[in-house]
């Protein structure tokens, strides 16, 4: 079946670095939808940003990404952390002719921001 | 504000209780699913529904049943509560029937089986 790898559990960096969130996939389809949802402290997940387009990047809220059906990755990055960006991220695979449009979760990256 | 709530939001039960998660939506979506989070493992599918009267098996079903009677609303039952099923969990409702659909999450619920 499908899978998503978030190969980091838990990443700190401090204020102002960049940031990079790995997120790699499986799935025997040929149109995959990739989604990255944020949850921060005692809330619920959200939607972030998602892309169904091969080498095109897709930007919100300073957050991108880049859909690489070659390397089957769609890491997050942002140019320069901020505190308030410290949260949980998913990654999660669907498929373009997924009925029910169910998501495949990686595990999470924690993202901590320090000053 | 279209949303989605749950209910209880904090539950503690015993061993071999049985235990009803209840989630409502007023989105007006046709696709809902139950989640569990657990630290490690992320967000894991448990059921989901097309609609009224619907309920599929998600990716970890056993020891859950799901029951959707209405478009609005979609329970959780757990009829012998375990400790292993200790964690948080999540509804949510999907605003497409297709695989680019946003998900929109509930508050979540912290079940704790003693």
């Known amino acids: 079946g499908d899978s998503v790898t978030q190969t980091e559990g838990l990443v700190t960096l401090t204020e102002g670095l960049p940031v990079m969130l790995n997120c790699t996939y499986q799935?025997?389809?040929?149109?995959?939808?990739l989604f990255w949802y944020v949850q921060h402290l005692n809330e619920s997940p959200r939607l972030l940003l998602k892309?169904?387009?091969?080498?095109k990047r897709t930007e919100h809220q300073g957050f991108h990404a880049t859909l690489h059906k070659s390397s089957s990755s769609f890491h997050l990055q942002k140019s320069s952390a901020q505190l308030s960006d410290s949260a949980l991220y998913y990654c999660?695979?669907?498929?373009?002719?997924?009925?029910?449009?169910?998501?495949?979760f990686g595990g999470g990256t924690r993202l901590t921001v320090r000053p | 504000e279209a949303a989605v709530t749950q209910s209880p939001r904090n539950k503690v039960a015993v061993t071999g209780g049985k235990v009803t998660l209840s989630c409502n939506q007023t989105?007006?979506?046709?696709?809902m699913y139950w989640y569990r989070q657990d630290t490690g493992h992320g967000l894991r599918l448990i059921h989901y529904?097309?609609?009224?009267?619907?309920?599929e098996k998600g990716d970890i079903p056993d020891g859950y049943k799901a029951s959707r009677p209405s478009q609005e609303n979609f329970s959780l039952i757990l009829e012998l509560a375990t400790p292993s099923q200790t964690s948080v969990y999540f509804c949510?409702?999907?605003?497409?029937?297709?695989?680019?659909?946003?998900?929109?999450f509930g508050p979540g619920t912290r079940l704790t089986v003693l």
């Open positions: 949510a409702s999907g605003d497409g029937d297709w695989g680019d659909a946003e998900q929109f």
């Open positions: 799935t025997i389809y040929s149109n995959p939808f």
């Open positions: 892309s169904f387009t091969d080498n």
């Open positions: 999660a695979l669907s498929d373009r002719n997924n009925a029910g449009a169910k998501l495949t």
């Open positions: 989105n007006n979506h046709n696709n």
């Open positions: 529904s097309y609609g009224a009267g619907s309920t």
